[in-house]
């Protein structure tokens, strides 16, 4: 099993910046693909983000290209999210996710392992 922790969700202004993090434990994989998605209430989850372990590729959904940036840390199985230039509609809970893949999926249905998700909330 593997675990995943999200830290740095709150309370941001439109146009100011917030950095999410995602501590992953348990069991490892040699290919992994990790991802951020989003969720408001009544909408399904959507992808936001994702990475593949060993960082040579990463994917973005349109609406957070330019804006956001994915990266991670293998030494210390942490994902971040930098999110700049954030805007109300991203106000979202914002899950973690891990699959075992050496290729980026965009459906959730991909990703076997998610995290409890963090509020983030972009005040006007």
């Known amino acids: 099993q593997v675990q995943l922790e999200e830290s740095g969700g709150g309370l941001v202004q439109a146009g100011g910046s917030l950095r999410l993090s995602c501590a992953a434990s348990g069991r490892t994989f040699n290919r992994y693909v990790m991802a951020w998605f989003r969720q408001v209430p009544g909408k399904e989850r959507e992808f936001v983000a994702a990475?593949?372990?060993?960082?040579?590729?990463?994917y973005y959904a349109d609406f957070v290209k330019g804006r956001f940036s994915i990266s991670g840390d293998n030494a210390k199985n942490t994902m971040i999210l930098q999110m700049n230039s954030v805007k109300p509609e991203d106000t979202a809970v914002y899950y973690c996710?891990?699959?075992?893949?050496?290729?980026?999926?965009?459906?959730?249905?991909?990703?076997?392992?998610w995290g409890q998700g963090t509020q983030v909330t972009v005040s006007s």
């Open positions: 996710a891990a699959g075992e893949s050496s290729v980026i999926f965009r459906n959730r249905l991909s990703y076997a392992y």
């Open positions: 990475i593949t372990r060993t960082g040579d590729m990463s």
